[in-house]
């Protein structure tokens, strides 16, 4: 089953911070994000294995809340490049397929 | 590390015909690929994991007859598709898991197909 992104869309002013969230309703062993511009191919951010962890790529970060089966995606002082399409992928269990969710479109105006 | 190619990038065909895309994990070995397909402002949906030496898996709907997939090395996936039509039109992407990286996935490039 497909994992739910919240929002659907989001417009940031530079510097401004937001929070994507990601939802499964079944139990999760990893979580991935991703962001995709435009025409190009997904760029792996981070992957989240532990219940509780955080982890950080320049200043995205976020964590997975193991017990809810969901993980937030942290933008802080956005940046322009921060724009694009921002997907969840899933695992249910390890060596298992990656589900995406929906994304979250992300344009951050100056 | 960790890069992914596909070729070619774009693909324009008549109906009809067979397109292949390759798939090559340029600085690592991949003991899995996989290979999505992606409509304008949509996810990527999973057609199919392929391992190396063995059969692809196919997810529920894909025809595995139209959609080939060979994994003939650790570092070549091929996708085939056969007698194309219009509505095979999408942006093709596929993915790698290194060897010993349990979950990690490396997307290439992608590959645009339009089917005349």
């Known amino acids: 089953q497909q994992p739910v992104q919240s929002p659907q869309a989001v417009i940031l002013r530079e510097g401004e911070d937001a929070v994507i969230n990601c939802s499964s309703s079944k139990a999760l062993y990893s979580v991935h994000w991703y962001r995709q511009k435009h025409g190009e191919a997904p760029v792996f951010l981070m992957i989240?294995?532990?219940?509780?962890e955080q982890k950080g790529h320049d200043k995205i970060s976020a964590s997975f809340n193991e017990k809810k089966q969901q993980s937030s995606l942290y933008l802080t002082a956005s940046q322009l490049s921060y724009s694009g399409t921002y997907f969840c992928g899933t695992v249910k269990a390890a060596g298992n397929k990656l589900t995406f969710g929906g994304g979250t479109r992300v344009l951050v105006k100056p | 590390g960790a890069v992914v190619s596909q070729h070619p990038s774009w693909v324009i065909c008549k109906s009809g015909t067979s397109v292949k895309i390759e798939c090559r994990s340029l600085d690592f070995q991949a003991t899995t690929m996989f290979w999505y397909r992606q409509f304008p402002k949509q996810s990527l949906m999973l057609m199919a994991t392929s391992n190396e030496g063995s059969k692809a898996t196919y997810e529920q709907g894909v025809e595995k007859d139209k959609f080939l997939i060979n994994h003939a090395s650790l570092t070549l996936s091929t996708l085939t598709v056969t007698s194309a039509h219009p509505e095979d039109s999408s942006f093709y992407i596929c993915?790698?898991?290194?060897?010993?990286?349990?979950?990690?996935?490396?997307f290439g490039p992608g590959t645009r197909l339009l089917v005349l």
């Open positions: 989240l294995l532990k219940g509780g």
């Open positions: 993915s790698a898991r290194e060897m010993g990286q349990q979950e990690t996935q490396y």
